[in-house]
């Protein structure tokens, strides 16, 4: 069995510069998952830091404490509200607010600025990948599946 181990993560703290031209969005790749008569299909993509080595690390973000405003329930897909019961959850989400829209702190300004950047990145890397023919992303997402 191979074990595809990453190098270290990368740790980028709220108030630090960082090089942005240095993420790598890889290739998009869809996941489908069935449920009874239901197909759920969603499409992510692998995001890394490229450090001087050319070497691939996964990024962690610090951002400002903030009280957390709600722990959301996850159960299976399609399960009717009245069996949304603690016994049959199956995971959590929790909500990240940044309530200080009128005097925000500077960590709130920082994180903000992250999450801005952030989505950014997504936005130029979906672009890069609608401008390629429909022919070059089928190739590769082809090659990705053989290798």
Known sequence: MTINMLPEKIF??????FDWGKIIVEEPETHTFTKGNSTVEWTTSKVYFLDEDGEKHPICF????????????????????????????????IAYPLPSVEKPTPAEIETRLTFNKMWMTTLDAMKKFCEKSKKERTVSSQLAAIT
């Open 62 to 93: 610090e951002l400002a404490k903030q009280n957390l405003w709600g722990v959301n329930g996850i159960w299976p897909f399609g399960t009717p509200q009245e069996y949304q019961t603690l016994d049959k959850v199956e995971g959590f989400q």
């Open 12 to 17: 980028v703290p709220l108030d630090s510069v």
